[in-house]
C-alpha cells in the first residue's frame, strides 16, 4: 500500500510540505499497524501538486497502483481531482478543507479526518459576537478557494449573532508585502480576522503590527501555526483562533506525538503536522477492522466513512454520512508559558460537524 501526500508547489502552504511529511515518518514508525500487521508494505510517496494535481494522482492509481491516497493539501487541489476519484474509485483521506466535497457534491469515495475550511470558523464565529461581544470586524485572507470558505464560516455564524463583517480584503496567495492591504484597515474595528494559509498569516501578523497597528487578531486553524509560532513571538500574542488541533492538548496520544516531532525535527507540530498523523490514525482503525485487506475497495471504504476512533490526537473522532469529520473544536490564545510561545485552550466545542 503506498500514500500520496502532496502541497501546492508555489504557495504560502508549500513550506508546510516538510511539516505534513515529517509527520507521516513518525505515524509510520508508530500508527499503522493494521497494515504491517497483515504484511502489507507502505510507502510515502512525495508528489508535488499544483496544476499537475489530477495527471499525478492518475499515475498514481494507474501505473504505482495505490489503494488508497493521502492528500492532497490545498482546497483547488482536491476538487481537480475530484471527477478521477469518482470515477477511479479510489480511497482518498484528505485534509484539503473544499466545501463541496463534503456538502452539495459529496464524493463517495473521500473521507475528511480533519476539518472543512470554514468548520472551526463557526465557533469561533459564535465566541467573538457573544462572549467577546464585538460588533465590528475586518475580515482578510488569501484569494482562493480556501480563503474565501474560511472566512465565509465565521462570518455566516459571527453575524448570525449580531456582529457585522465591515470589510473584506482579498490579497495574491504569492503576495510579498501586505502594506497597501493594512493601510485600507477601517478605523474603530473590534478585531480584525485573518484567514491566510502557511507562512502568509505569519507574514501579515508580522506586518500588521511593524506598522503599528495593535488591533485583536481573530483568525482560522492555520495564521498561527506553531511551527512558526516561536518565529512569531510577541506579535502573535493574544490571537484567538479556531481550531481542531493544539500542541497543547493534553491527549497521551498527542503528548507522545509532540515529543516525537520535538525530539526528530526540533520544532513544534503543528496543524499541518497533526493533520497527516491524524489521517494515519483513521487509516489503521480502518485497516484493523477489515484485517489490512484494503484490496476490497467497497469494504475499504465502507471501514474508513463508519470509523469512529476515540482517542486520537485530537480526542474522538467519527464521520457524518457525506465523509466529513464530526469532532472538537478548540478556541486557542497564543500566550507564553515556560518562555515558550504556545496556543492554550480557552475553550471546546464538542462534536461539531
Known sequence: MRDRDCAPAASGASSFDKTGRNSMTVNRRTVIKGALAAGVATQVLKVPAAAQARTKTQELVERLNVAVLIGPLAAFEALAIDDYIRSSRTPILSVAGAEDMTQRKPNPWFVRPSCTSAQPSHPLGEYAAKELKYKRVAVIADDFAFGHENVAGFQRVFEDNGGKVVQKLWTPLNAPDYGTYI???????????????????????????????????????????????????????????????????????????????????????????????????????????????????????????????????????????????????????????????????????????
Request: charged residues 30%; aromatic residues 10%.
Open 183 to 353: 493601510s485600507q484597515l477601517k478605523p474603530d474595528l473590534d478585531a480584525v480576522y485573518t484567514g491566510h494559509a502557511g507562512s502568509n498569516g505569519f507574514k501579515f501578523i508580522r506586518q500588521l503590527r511593524e506598522y503599528g497597528n495593535k488591533v485583536q487578531i481573530l483568525g482560522g486553524f492555520t495564521p498561527v501555526d506553531e511551527s512558526l509560532l516561536q518565529q512569531m513571538g510577541d506579535d502573535a500574542l493574544g490571537a484567538i483562533t479556531g481550531n481542531w488541533y493544539s500542541a497543547e492538548l493534553d491527549f497521551p496520544v498527542n503528548k507522545k506525538f509532540v515529543e516525537s516531532i520535538r525530539r526528530d525535527y526540533k520544532t513544534d507540530p503543528g496543524v499541518y503536522a497533526a493533520e497527516t498523523y491524524l489521517c494515519g490514525e483513521v487509516l489503521d482503525h480502518a485497516l484493523k477492522t477489515i484485517g489490512g485487506k484494503a484490496e476490497d475497495k467497497e469494504t475499504f471504504m465502507k471501514a474508513l466513512r463508519e470509523a469512529k476512533v476515540p482517542n486520537t490526537l485530537r480526542g474522538p473522532v467519527r464521520f457524518d454520512e457525506f465523509g466529513n469529520v464530526v469532532g472538537n473544536i478548540y478556541l486557542r490564545k497564543v500566550e507564553k508559558k515556560d518562555g515558550r510561545y504556545v496556543n492554550a485552550v480557552i475553550k471546546t466545542y464538542p462534536d461539531v460537524s
